[in-house]
């Protein structure tokens, strides 16, 4: 079974998840600015970086805010990957049950059926 670092990486682009992996396993400090994700990363542009950081803000993966008396803005994690894979299955779910309304209930329905009880319980425990 994967990781929840390697399924939450899986769910994004290459830089993004290259970036991701740098701020969930400490690559860079709990508070960062782009420089320091920069440095980590000094093949890619420093305007690349800034942009990428920025998209992931607005993705939610990370919160940012102006730092006093500095042009920079400070970056951190909003949250673990697992909160991100979680969050991630959260909205395709909805998505398919807005796509395909009933039926996809049913399908959901007819996939816990198959589960054994074992499979259940977890499932149960981790709602």
């Keep these: 079974m994967r990781k929840p670092l390697d399924k939450a990486l899986a ?6 998840g290259r970036i991701m992996r740098e701020v969930w396993t400490g690559g ?7 420089r320091d994700m920069h440095a980590r990363m000094a093949d890619l542009a420093y305007t690349t970086v800034m942009t990428t950081l920025g998209r992931l803000a607005q993705k939610g993966l990370l919160q940012s805010a102006h730092l006093r008396g500095q042009r920079a803005y400070g970056y951190a994690s909003k949250g673990s990957p697992e909160d991100f894979v979680v969050a991630s299955s ?3 779910v909805a998505g398919v049950i807005d796509r395909y309304g009933e039926v ?3 399908a959901f329905a007819a996939s816990l059926e198959a589960l054994s009880p074992t499979q259940r319980e977890r499932l149960r425990k981790q709602a």
């Design 11 to 16: 769910l994004l682009g290459p830089l993004e």
């Design 90 to 92: 959260r909205r395709a």
């Design 28 to 34: 860079v400090p709990p508070l960062f600015v782009v």
């Design 104 to 106: 996809a209930l049913t």
